[in-house]
Nanobody, 125 residues
Framework: QVQLVESGGGLVQAGGSLRLSCVASGRTFSSYHMAWFRQAPEKEREFVAFITLSGAGTYYADSVKGRFTISRDNAKNTVYLQMNSLKPEDTAVYYC??????????????????WGQGTQVTVSS
């Protein structure tokens, strides 16, 4: 059973930065694409960023492009999300997820079969 554990969330002022981490259990981390999603109160979970299994390819939601950076360290079974120039609208619970199988859209939540418990990010104005 795969476990994903996020950390690094917190309260930050607008314009500030946070770095989220997600550590995966198991020996096959480097075999899977990973992503970050977020969910604000009373809103659906939405795609934030995606990284290929090697780390060579990354994709971002338009709302975070140029401010957020996704990366991974396969030796540490960890995926990161560096968030800069944070805005109040970035406030949400952030989840890391492991993509299952082949194909499908990287921004589609149904393509992911393992999820972390989430970490709260709150950006004050």
């Amino acid at each position: 059973q795969v476990q994903l554990v996020e950390s690094g969330g917190g309260l930050v002022q607008a314009g500030g930065s946070l770095r989220l981490s997600c550590v995966a259990s198991g020996r096959t981390f480097s075999s899977y694409h990973m992503a970050w999603f977020r969910q604000a109160p009373e809103k659906e979970r939405e795609f934030v960023a995606f990284i290929t299994l090697s780390g060579a390819g990354t994709y971002y939601a338009d709302s975070v492009k140029g401010r957020f950076t996704i990366s991974r360290d396969n030796a540490k079974n960890t995926v990161y999300l560096q968030m800069n120039s944070l805005k109040p609208e970035d406030t949400a619970v952030y989840y890391c997820a492991r993509k299952g199988g082949y194909g499908g859209n990287y921004y589609d939540t149904s393509m992911y079969n393992y999820w972390g418990q989430g970490t709260q990010v709150t950006v004050s104005s």
